[in-house]
């Protein structure tokens, strides 16, 4: 009976580790997941050029692959909020809540958003479907930046993460210099910055993902140590 009763506990303290390595894990998945499917459909789509055109060109209504892209858009973006996830439950609070609660609304309602109101090729033209598309994407951009900018703190009150404290801070600087490439692009007010707002688009989702792989891999070693 004891042995019993023993295997339940060990089994039952187990689970918490083995429910964040899988979330976590869903947070490695995300990036390789979207940013794979980009470079497949850059490379498929005959009308969209990686380094001239936004991604959500290759999910506009119209798009030979539309649907496909859409459909991974979402997953990526619910991969990405699990991985968030994760971390949130490991991280120190702050008095004003947990910036990597606020960082999950980027997969959540940017990602996610974005896939359920695709745009049209007239994003930049004031059209009421560009208009629609845009609104959970600059939502879910802004909350990312809040929770970065927040983060470094509470990186920092746990031992085990704080060697990373600094890079949140260095990908909002790194994010808010390629927007800015991005919009003065595609707004063309910089008309030379036009031919590359796919490219500025495509590096500040690398490095957004890219982070949270490196992220979340570190949980997951914690965790299994």
């Excluded at 009763?5 to 060990?10: A, G, S, V």
């Excluded at 990036?31 to 936004?54: R, Y």
């Excluded at 845009?134 to 509470?154: M, Y």
């Excluded at 390629?178 to 500040?204: A, E, K």
């Amino acid at each position: 009976m004891s042995t019993t009763i023993t295997r339940r506990l060990n089994s039952t303290a187990a689970r918490p580790g083995a429910s964040l390595r899988r979330l976590a894990l869903c947070g490695r998945l995300a990036g390789p997941m979207f940013l794979g499917a980009i470079l497949v459909l850059d490379w498929l789509d005959p009308n969209v050029t990686s380094l001239a055109d936004p991604i959500s060109y290759l999910a506009a209504r119209s798009a030979p692959y539309a649907p496909l892209m859409n459909v991974i858009l979402g997953i990526s973006g619910l991969l990405f909020t699990a991985g968030t996830l994760a971390l949130h439950h490991v991280l120190p609070p702050l008095p004003r809540g947990r910036p990597v609660l606020t960082i999950s609304w980027f997969g959540l309602v940017g990602m996610l958003g974005a896939a359920v109101l695709p745009c049209d090729f007239h994003c930049y033209t004031g059209s009421l479907a560009g208009k629609l598309h845009f609104l959970p994407a600059i939502l879910g951009w802004g909350l990312l930046h809040i929770g970065l900018w927040r983060l470094p703190v509470s990186l920092s009150r746990d031992s085990r993460w704080a060697a990373h404290a600094a890079w949140p801070l260095r990908l909002v600087v790194a994010s808010l210099a390629l927007t800015v490439l991005f919009h003065l692009g595609g707004l063309r007010w910089v008309p030379g910055l036009h031919g590359y707002i796919g490219f500025f688009q495509r590096l500040f989702l690398l490095c957004v993902f890219g982070a949270l792989y490196a992220m979340a891999g570190h949980l997951r070693r914690l965790e299994s140590s």
